[in-house]
Antibody, heavy 121, light 107 residues
Framework: QVQLVQSGAEVKKPGASVKVSCKAS????????IHWVRQAPGQGLEWMGG????????IYGQKFQGRVTMTRDTSISTAYMELSRLTSDDTALYYC??????????????WGQGTLVTVSS | DIQMTQSPSTLSASVGDRVTITCRAS??????LAWYQQKPGKAPKVLIY???SLESGVPSRFSGSGSGTEFTLTISSLQPDDFATYYC?????????FGGGTKVEIK
């Protein structure tokens, strides 16, 4: 079965960077786009961007341009999201999620368990 | 960016009620709209894609309609398992954007 397993919770100081990993299993990793979506406490969902594991090509939301980097290691079926220059506004649950297929492209059909990133001095 | 506006933000309803949630896009997204359900402490789950196509395994009491800029999610007879927060998401254009959510509460 499809699974996305994310790295554990992180506590960071303002100005630092965080790198979250997302290990995929149960499907061919290179065939499906990986999205990154975050959710601040008690708030809604915010798409940050995504990466094509096959090519490594990534698309970032303009809000995160210059601050986010999405990469992947196909040898271990793992995607990564690194966010730099953290502020308290970046405190959120960060999800990796898999794209759907065919007419469900850009619809998210599988989600990781989420990684809580807390930014605090 | 395309703005997605959901209404209402909170909805109080009883088991058996018919419930309708509205999602409006700031510009036409044709039929490229999905609906998700999220329960506390859980990741979202897709219910509807392409505005009206039911995801496999989702109960038929859920339905979606609309095109262009106005969309609705309808639950024909609310069940105890349906109390949750619902989000719309457009995928016509990057960046993908979500509505602010509608929390369906027990009346």
């Amino acid at each position: 079965q499809v699974q996305l397993v994310q790295s554990g919770a992180e506590v960071k100081k303002p100005g630092a960077s965080v790198k979250v990993s997302c290990k995929a299993s149960g499907y061919t990793f290179t065939y499906y786009y990986i999205h990154w979506v975050r959710q601040a406490p008690g708030q809604g969902l915010e798409w940050m961007g995504g990466i094509y594991p096959n090519s490594g090509g990534a698309i970032y939301g303009q809000k995160f341009q210059g601050r986010v980097t999405m990469t992947r290691d196909t040898s271990i079926s793992t995607a990564y999201m690194e966010l730099s220059r953290l502020t308290s506004d970046d405190t959120a649950l960060y999800y990796c999620a898999r794209d759907g297929e065919l007419e469900r492209r850009n619809v998210i059909d599988y989600w990781g368990q989420g990684t809580l990133v807390t930014v605090s001095s | 960016d395309i703005q997605m506006t959901q209404s209402p933000s909170t909805l109080s309803a009883s088991v058996g009620d018919r419930v309708t949630i509205t999602c409006r896009a700031s510009q036409s997204i044709r039929s490229w709209l999905a609906w998700y359900q999220q329960k506390p402490g859980k990741a979202p789950k897709v219910l509807i894609y392409k505005a009206s196509s039911l995801e496999s395994g989702v109960p038929s009491r859920f339905s979606g309609s609309g095109s262009g800029t106005e969309f609705t999610l309808t639950i024909s007879s609310l069940q105890p398992d349906d109390f949750a927060t619902y989000y719309c998401q457009q995928y016509n254009t990057y960046p993908l954007t979500f509505g602010g959510g509608t929390k369906v509460e027990i009346k």
